[in-house]
Each structure stands twice: as C-alpha cells, then as structure tokens.
C-alpha cells in the first residue's frame, strides 16, 4: 500500500473534490518546503560556497 493512494482514499467527496482537496495538500506542502525548510538548509549547501573570481 503506497502513501499515495491511502491519501488519495482518506480525502473526502467525489473524485472533482478529491482532486481539489489533492492540488491544495500539495501546494500546501511545497509552500512549507518554500517558507521554512529550504531557508533552514540553504546555509549547510555547498553551492553557497562560490569560487569564481572577482
């Protein structure tokens, strides 16, 4: 059993309504992602670490 259909079969209403409720969850969790965990792990990357002269 994935974790995709067991959210898929937990989101309530018909399939329109699903599909709905599905965009939103994911929006939802990109906008977490956006807002506070790549801002929290963005000093720990290596590309922060340029080399090109100045």
């Known amino acids: ?3 995709y259909g067991w959210v898929w ?4 209403g018909p ?7 599905a965009a939103v969850l994911v929006l939802a969790v990109v906008a977490v992602l956006f807002v506070w965990v790549f801002p ?4 720990f990357m290596p590309f922060n670490n340029t080399t ?3």
């Open 1 to 3: 059993m994935s974790f």
């Open 9 to 12: 079969r937990v989101l309530p």
């Open 15 to 21: 399939v329109p309504v699903k599909v709905v409720e």
């Open 40 to 43: 929290q792990v963005a000093p």
């Open 52 to 54: 090109v002269g100045q």
